[in-house]
C-alpha cells in the first residue's frame, strides 16, 4: 500500500490547496526533485489566471504543467503540478474529487474561518482518492478496447448511406402501416387510383399557355407606325428652395471648418458662469423639494369622510382602508387585514417595487397591527401607515455610508489620488454622469484627472473631451484634464497609466470611464473585473437607469457576481464588488420609486449619486424620507 501511494506521488510533482489570501491549508509534495521550480510554476499560475485574468486554468513553466481549480465560495484555489511529459488523463477528475472531499469535510470550519486557524488533517484523504483514480485509470488503460463496428461509428450516421438506410427504413414502416389500415378497414379495391386533382397553380399555368397559343394564331402584320408629332412644351417655373422661419442664409453658425482650439470651438462655448459655486458641500437630496401636502390631504380627506359618514372618495395610499369597519375596541384579526395587504401589495407592485419586497412589507405591517385595538379609524390608518414608513426607511438605509468628500480628503492626506470607476450596460448615462460628478468635485475645489477608459465605442474619447473642455473653460486647465490613448488600446492598462500619471501630477481625484456593456457577455465582463482587480479603485460605481424597474435589479447583481467570479485581489484576499449605485433618469419616473428601493433591498448597495437632468448640476443625493413619502402617496 505504502509502495503503491509512493510511485503514484512521483508522478505528481506537487498537490496544494491555499486560499487567495495566500495561506496554504495543505500540501503533498510528490518527488521533491523540483520543489523550487514547482513553487515557481504555481506562482506564475496565479499571475496568469488570478491577477491577469487568462481564461484557461492550465498554464505551462518550463518542464513543468500546473492546473488550478478556484472556489469562489471559500475563496480556496486547488494546484497540482506535474511534469509535462506525463500526459496524465485523470487531472481533472482528480482536482475534482479532491475539491468536493474537501469542501464536504471542513465546510463547517470554511464557513466560521477557523480552518487556518486550527489546521486540517487531509492526508489519509488526499492519499486514498489518489490511489482509487489511479487504480481504475490502471484497469482502463490495461482493459482491452472492443473494436466497434462502423454502423456504431459517428462517422456513418453522417454519411449518405445512413442517411438513406433511415430513410427506407421509415418508407417501410410507413407502407407497412399502410397495409395494415387497409386490411383492417377493408378498403383494399382493384380499381385503379384516381387522379390526383389540379392545384390551383397548375390549372393557371395551363390557361396562360391557351392564350398564347391563341394569340400566336390571331397576329396580324405589323403596319409601319406614323412619326411622332412634336408638341411644343410650355415653359416651366424651376424649383425654388425652401425657405424655413427662422432659417437665415448664414452659414456661419455650423459652419466647422476653421480649426478648433483645444479640439473644440471656443465660439461655441457658452458663458456657464452662473453654475459655479452652486454645488460646493454636500450635495442635496432629491425630492428635497417635493412637498407632503398631498398626504396630509388624503388623511384630511379619509378623516373627514369618517366623522360626517360619508364615503366620499379619497386619494391616498391608505384610502382602501375606509371600506373596513373597525368598531370601538376591535382587536385588528389577519383575517381583517387579508384585503388590505392584497390592495398594498397591488399599489406597490405599481411604483416598480420588486415582489419580494412587497411581501415582505405585508408581512411587516401585518406583525405590527394583528392583537391591537383601536378606538376610532383614525388611530388605525396613522399606525399603519407609521409601520410602513419605518419599513421602507429601514430598506432604503444601506448598511454603510459612502462619504466621497470625506473619503477624497483622506486619500489626499495620505499623498494619493482618489480613484472611481464607472461601470453599467450601454446608453445608461455614464459619460454623462461622470461629468456631473467631476464638476462637482471642482466645485469643492480638488484637482480632477477624467480617464477615457471607453476605448471601444466611436465617439467616447470626444464626448469627455467635450465635457472635460467645457468644465476646464468654467474652472481651469490645471483643475481638469482628460487622459486618452485614443481607441483600441486596453482599458486597464489604460487605467493604471493614468493613476500613475495622476499621482506624479497630484491629482486628488481620477474618474476612469468605461465601456457599456450587457451583464451576460462574458468576456466583456472578464476584462472590467481584470481593470478593477489591477487598479483597485477606492470606489466602483454601477450606472443604473431608474427607468427600466426591475431590470436595473438583474443587471446590478449579475454584474457584481460577475466581479466576484472573475476578479480577486490576491494581496488583500478580498473580492472586487460593486461599492455603490448611481441611478440615472430620476427625474423621468414621478413617484414610481420602486427602483431605488428594490436595488438598495436585495443588493444591499447603497445609492451614492441620483442624476436628475441633463446640466452639470443635475446631481443630488437620495433622500430617504422624501422617497418613502412618494411611495406613500
Not at 92 to 100: A, E
Not at 273 to 289: A, F, Y
Not at 302 to 310: A, C, E, L, P, Q
Request: aromatic share 6%; proline share 3%.
Amino acid at each position: 500500500q505504502h509502495y503503491y501511494i509512493t510511485n503514484n506521488l512521483r508522478m505528481l510533482e506537487l498537490f496544494s490547496i491555499f486560499t487567495k489570501g495566500g495561506i496554504v491549508l495543505f500540501c503533498f509534495q510528490g518527488a521533491c526533485t523540483q520543489l523550487i521550480s514547482s513553487t515557481h510554476a504555481v506562482n506564475e499560475s496565479i499571475k496568469n489566471i488570478l491577477i491577469q485574468g487568462s481564461p484557461s486554468n492550465q498554464h505551462n513553466h518550463k518542464n513543468l504543467t500546473i492546473q488550478l481549480k478556484l472556489d469562489n465560495e471559500f475563496e480556496l484555489v486547488f494546484a497540482v503540478v506535474v511534469q509535462k511529459m506525463l500526459q496524465l488523463s485523470y487531472l481533472d477528475k482528480l482536482i475534482d474529487s479532491i475539491h468536493l472531499e474537501f469542501r464536504d469535510k471542513y465546510k463547517n470550519e470554511l464557513r466560521d474561518g477557523t480552518l487556518w486557524l486550527n489546521g486540517c488533517n487531509f492526508d489519509s484523504d488526499f492519499s486514498g482518492i489518489l490511489s482509487k483514480i489511479e487504480g481504475e485509470h490502471r484497469v482502463e488503460k490495461s482493459a482491452p478496447r472492443a473494436m466497434k463496428q462502423f454502423t456504431q461509428s459517428k462517422k456513418f450516421e453522417k454519411t449518405a448511406t445512413a442517411n438513406k438506410a433511415m430513410f427506407e427504413q421509415d418508407k417501410s414502416v410507413a407502407s407497412t402501416a399502410a397495409r395494415l389500415a387497409t386490411a383492417v378497414m377493408g378498403t383494399a379495391s382493384s380499381e385503379p387510383p384516381a387522379e390526383k386533382p389540379k392545384t390551383d397553380v397548375e390549372i393557371a399555368r395551363e390557361n396562360m399557355k391557351k392564350k398564347k397559343a391563341a394569340k400566336k394564331g390571331k397576329k396580324k402584320p405589323e403596319e409601319p407606325a406614323a412619326p411622332p408629332v412634336k408638341v411644343p412644351k410650355k415653359g416651366k417655373k424651376g424649383k425654388e428652395a425652401r425657405s424655413w422661419d427662422m432659417g437665415g442664409k448664414s452659414t456661419e453658425g455650423i459652419d466647422f471648418s476653421s480649426e478648433p482650439q483645444n479640439g473644440i470651438q471656443s465660439a461655441n462655448l457658452k458663458d456657464e458662469s452662473h453654475l459655479k459655486g452652486t454645488m460646493s458641500g454636500d450635495l442635496n437630496g432629491v425630492g428635497d423639494d417635493w412637498s407632503e401636502s398631498e398626504d396630509e390631504e388624503d388623511e384630511e380627506v379619509v378623516d373627514n369622510s369618517v366623522s360626517n359618514g360619508t364615503s366620499g372618495k379619497s386619494s391616498g395610499m391608505f384610502s382602501f382602508l375606509k371600506n373596513i369597519n373597525f368598531s370601538t375596541q376591535q382587536t385588528v384579526t389577519s383575517e381583517s387585514l387579508e384585503p388590505v395587504l392584497e390592495k398594498l401589495k397591488e399599489h406597490l407592485t405599481s411604483k416598480n417595487v420588486a415582489a419580494e419586497i412587497s411581501i415582505q412589507l405585508c408581512d411587516t405591517l401585518e406583525s405590527s397591527l394583528v392583537g391591537k385595538s383601536y378606538s376610532t379609524f383614525t388611530g388605525l390608518t396613522s399606525t399603519a401607515k407609521q409601520a410602513l414608513s419605518d419599513a421602507l426607511t429601514k430598506i432604503l438605509s444601506p448598511k454603510h455610508r459612502v462619504n466621497v468628500l470625506r473619503d477624497v480628503m483622506e486619500a489626499k492626506s495620505k499623498g494619493r489620488p482618489y480613484v472611481i470607476t464607472f461601470c453599467g450596460v450601454n446608453g445608461v448615462g455614464k459619460s454623462t454622469n461622470l461629468a456631473k460628478v467631476c464638476f462637482w468635485l471642482l466645485d469643492n475645489g480638488y484637482r480632477v484627472l477624467v480617464v477615457g477608459g471607453d476605448t471601444f465605442r466611436a465617439g467616447a474619447v470626444e464626448q469627455l473631451r467635450t465635457h472635460v473642455v467645457r468644465l476646464a473653460n468654467l474652472y481651469s486647465e490645471d483643475q481638469v484634464q482628460l487622459y486618452e490613448r485614443g481607441y483600441g488600446k486596453d482599458p486597464a492598462g489604460l487605467a493604471f497609466e493614468a493613476i500613475k500619471y495622476a499621482n506624479e501630477r497630484r491629482y486628488d481625484v481620477v474618474l476612469v470611464d468605461t465601456a457599456g456593456r450587457m451583464q451576460d457577455n462574458e468576456p466583456l465582463m472578464r476584462a472590467l473585473s481584470k481593470l478593477v482587480a489591477l487598479n483597485t479603485p477606492d470606489l466602483t460605481l454601477f450606472v443604473g437607469e431608474a427607468l427600466v424597474g426591475n431590470e436595473a435589479v438583474d443587471q446590478l447583481v449579475k454584474f457584481n457576481q460577475s466581479l466576484i467570479d472573475h476578479s480577486s485581489t490576491a494581496l488583500a484576499g478580498t473580492k472586487s464588488v460593486i461599492d455603490g449605485i448611481l441611478l440615472t433618469k430620476f427625474d423621468c419616473i414621478d413617484d414610481k420609486v420602486g427602483a431605488a428601493i428594490s436595488m438598495t433591498y436585495i443588493t444591499g448597495q447603497p445609492i451614492i449619486f441620483v442624476g436628475t437632468g441633463q446640466q452639470y448640476p443635475d446631481l443630488k443625493s437620495l433622500n430617504v424620507k422624501s422617497v418613502v413619502s412618494a411611495l406613500l402617496r
